[in-house]
């Protein structure tokens, strides 16, 4: 009777949320760790959004459901914000609210895949696109963006994979884990194929807003009716405002889908929280100053980091563009220290070097780990010292 289903015993939990929790754990212990594991800028989220949400409950904005698809002010401040920020013209039923941009994509692959559908989702990838869609009874088709062309995949390559049964492809650019952008013109020829292909393009454009040097944000939404027409995007305000606490993330696109994402989230989680709602619309359309304060912050940080990591035995880097992460390839850095698993390279950065880094495992991508650089100068200083020592040790 206490038997778990199938779709339990098929799903993995998120590789970072776990990382994450052991350091704390380890951390609550009274050990010295430094955890460069979880995706959440360590900024405060901005004051002016933190006095929305105070006096969304003085005005007993609280004690009721909004509507599922989030509070018409809202969705419509997020039609601002792709005209205002992307030109691009929705309609307020183009758009759904829900509990964080994680939802979003969790009701979006269980509205559009039957069994066996593919999604075609280039590896290295953000840990939860696959399980979900496995949750969702797809099929993941795993492409791998290789190094060697930044971690991008190309029309060819996914043409390879490409099959009766595809239904979408995924693309997260910039991003987690790489922190690669792809240019306007890769993206241009990636929409057009889906476009031939008639393929749905889940674009998780979440990391727009953190972009470094002289690369370029383009969601592909903007190259043409038809790739946009095609196009489901995914966003939210968790990392562009640090925000990741308050669970508030959309998608934007064809109104149909987003009426089913609607009809499934009513049944499954009623509405995204209000408190919230509100915060995000003052995020949203309120000043956007501390974006910049914060963007300016991780620029600094990733180009230290960046350097540092240059210098530890074996390790190649690519140096991000975009995100808050780094992906080294430590291959020959395990090689060096005697160790042919990445997990096992991971967990004694942990248990000896007193670092936490998530293993590249969870993202398809056996040779790396990944860093996150939110987390303050000196925190990250120290924890690449660490790494340094821990594999200079051991050569
Ligand atoms: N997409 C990517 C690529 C992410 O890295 C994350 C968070 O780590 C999310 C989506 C989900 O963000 P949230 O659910 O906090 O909006």
Known sequence: RMELSKRALKMEPSVTLAAS????????????????????????????????AKKAIEFGETSYYTPTAGIPALRQAVVDYMQDNYDLTYKVSETIITNGAKFALYLLFQVLLDEEDEVIIPTPYWVSYSEQVKLADGVPVFVEALEDNDYKVTVSQLEQVKSAKTKAILLNSPSNPTGMIYTKEELQAIGEWAVANQLVIVADDIYGHFIYGDAEFTPIATLSDAIRAQTIIINGVSKTYSMTGWRIGFAIGDQKIIRAMTDLASQASSNPTAVSQYAAIEALSGSQESVEVMRQAFEERMEKTYQWLSEVPGITVRKPQGAFYLFPNVRETMTICGYEDVNDFVEALLVEANVAVVTGKGFGAPDNIRLSYAADLATLEEAVKRIKHFVEKKQ
């Open 21 to 52: 929790a052991k350091a704390k754990t380890l951390k609550a212990e009274g050990k010295d760790v430094l955890s460069l594991t979880v995706g959440e800028p360590d900024f405060a989220t901005p004051k002016n959004i933190q006095e929305a």
